[in-house]
């Protein structure tokens, strides 16, 4: 059953059939071909009973968020600061852009509305500077890696959900992986800048920097006050999220650049996407349920102790077959049905579950850089006017630092455990 299942999924994959639909046709057929052909009912209850949970309620709010913050013109504050500060570095536009990436990704946690919000801002401005078209595009997309790492995060919500950690927890062992993966990125620019030729500017007077830190005061501190109150007990995940709607249309109203017709479309394209991710999720629900059924998970788990019993050699595995999962399929659906089907396998080996959301976070957020299916490179490729092919290949080796951290937090998982563990206290 589990053979059908997955490899109509693929299949559909490879047709360019969407996510949310490759998953419901290949549960439906499976169910067809099963001994459950007459009881698809279970479909519909499955699903229902999968979306209704009120910890899924903090992923609209923050899509939400990030749509607000990119009609607002929040971005165009973030990224004068983040030039203000670090533009005069050696391609310093290229570490700006690193740089508002990791402020960005305290307000909205979506890898998608940074290529798209901040990235259209970033590649314009680098491109004025004399930076080529496509070094700029994947700059934007590696970086927006880092938007689903430091919280608030919709992927780390969605993996606390399935592994049943608390989402604070979560938010918390993000943190400190997204900062590795920002100065990683920043000192593999300042060492491509020693040996290539990159277009400087002068570095900001003490008053620029104070101006640009005046007009978004409000905008920086966003993200101060969400992670803030979130870590300190004030709010749950959920009103975290609900905190941040609220923030970013103040912000809008202050900075007068909130109107109707802008509150309308973010409320449309946060709909839109909710509604794509939750459709995911609930057929995502239904397929583990007939994983669950045919034991696959246990059949994995045995199948794996017979290659081998040694912990480090089975994370090597882990991250191949994860990288490899995210080339292809998108890390909400991916998570989705991988999460429920490796579980056990964690468990028997020891593997602390938090450790292992933040390892299969950052390897399948790779994959939004990673040919064929890297949706940021898409994105990018639309915003900045570049081929994919070009960016594909520009961004090839901005993968190393990358792949350096993912290695990094799979064999040190203090650096993931260390800061819930201190504020939280050991689970």
Avoid at 337 to 362: C, N, S
Wanted: aromatic share 8%; charged share 10%; with cysteine.
């Amino acid at each position: 059953m589990a053979w059908i299942l997955i490899g109509t999924f693929i299949a559909l994959i490879l047709c360019r059939v969407p996510i949310s639909i490759a998953i419901g046709m290949a549960t439906v057929l499976t169910f067809l071909t099963s001994d459950f052909s007459n009881a698809l009912q279970i479909i519909p209850q499955q699903m229902l009973e999968g979306v209704n949970k009120a910890s899924l309620t903090a992923v609209p709010f923050f899509i939400m968020a990030g749509n607000l913050m990119n009609v607002t013109g929040v971005t165009v504050r973030i990224f004068a600061f983040a030039n203000a500060l670090v533009g005069h570095f050696k391609a310093g536009l290229a570490q700006v852009n690193v740089l508002s990436s990791m402020i960005f990704a305290g307000i909205s946690g979506a890898a998608v509305a940074d290529c798209a919000g901040l990235g259209a801002i970033e590649i314009k401005a680098m491109r004025e500077r004399g930076y080529k078209a496509d070094f700029a595009a994947a700059v934007t997309v590696a970086s927006s890696v880092i938007g689903p790492l430091i919280p608030p995060s919709i992927g780390l919500v969605i993996y606390a959900f399935l592994a049943q950690q608390s989402i604070e927890r979560m938010f918390l062992a993000g943190l400190v992986p997204g900062i590795l993966v920002g100065l990683a990125l920043m000192l593999y620019i300042r060492l491509r800048a020693g040996i290539e030729d990159f277009p400087t500017q002068q570095r900001a007077s003490v008053r620029e920097v104070g101006q640009s830190a005046r007009h978004g005061f409000a905008a920086l501190m966003a993200p101060a006050i969400i992670l803030g109150s979130i870590m300190f007990g004030f709010v749950t995940a959920t009103e975290a999220g609900v905190l941040a709607c609220i923030y970013c249309i103040g912000l809008g109203i202050w900075y007068r650049e909130l109107t109707l017709a802008k509150f309308a479309q973010a409320l449309s394209d946060s709909t839109m996407m909710t509604s794509v991710i939750m459709i995911i999720i609930a057929f995502s629900i239904a397929m583990g349920w007939l994983l669950a059924i045919d034991q696959t998970p246990q059949k994995l788990a045995d199948w794996t102790f017979s290659l081998t019993e040694n912990r480090n050699i089975f994370l090597g595995l882990l991250l191949v077959f994860i990288v490899l999962v995210g080339c292809v399929v998108e890390g909400v659906p991916a998570k989705l049905i991988l999460v429920p089907t490796l579980l056990p396998l964690i468990d028997a080996y020891g593997i602390d579950r938090v450790h292992f959301g933040i390892i299969i976070q950052l390897g399948l957020l790779i994959g939004i850089a990673t040919p064929p299916m890297g949706i940021g490179l898409y994105i990018v490729s639309k915003v900045g006017g570049v081929s994919f092919e070009k960016v594909t290949v520009a961004v090839l080796p901005m993968l190393l630092p990358l792949f350096a951290v993912l290695l990094l937090l799979t064999y040190v998982p203090q650096t993931v455990t260390f800061l819930p563990d201190l504020i939280l206290g050991k689970q």
